[in-house]
């Protein structure tokens, strides 16, 4: 999968959403037909997310580890891979090392 590099003709939300102390940091965007996504980057830590909306969580740079809710297993994924979230649950994301950068795909 090719790494998306830059979004045109978005509106984005200036101020930033800022998560776990810092740790997580994103900014919105949406597209002239309503779409919504965000951008942001993970610095390192361990963390856990929930959704509400399902959502794709593509990589752009660095890695992370991922466990979703009621799995044992963790998936290592790499920038230009992706992983799907189901609506109202949560996942666990691990990040070492470089900062995990990220576009989440909500819908």
């Known amino acids: 999968m090719a790494i998306t590099a830059?979004?045109?003709g978005v509106a984005v939300t200036t101020q930033a959403n800022v998560y776990?102390?810092?740790?997580?940091?994103s900014h919105g965007i949406q597209f002239a037909d309503g779409t919504k996504k965000s951008v942001g980057v993970i610095l390192p830590a361990?963390?856990?997310?929930?959704?509400?909306a399902?959502?794709?969580?593509?990589?752009?740079a660095g890695s992370c580890?991922?466990?979703m809710k009621g799995e044992v297993e963790w998936k290592t994924y790499a920038a230009g891979e992706s992983f799907n979230v189901p609506g109202?649950?949560?996942f666990d994301i691990?990040?070492?090392?470089?900062?995990?950068h990220y576009i989440c795909?909500?819908?």
């Open 6 to 8: 830059k979004f045109d």
């Open 54 to 60: 399902p959502e794709i969580m593509e990589g752009v």
């Open 88 to 90: 109202n649950s949560s």
């Open 94 to 100: 691990e990040v070492a090392g470089e900062p995990y």
């Open 65 to 67: 580890r991922v466990r």
């Open 105 to 107: 795909h909500f819908g």
């Open 20 to 25: 776990f102390d810092g740790k997580c940091v």
């Open 46 to 52: 361990s963390l856990t997310f929930n959704t509400g």
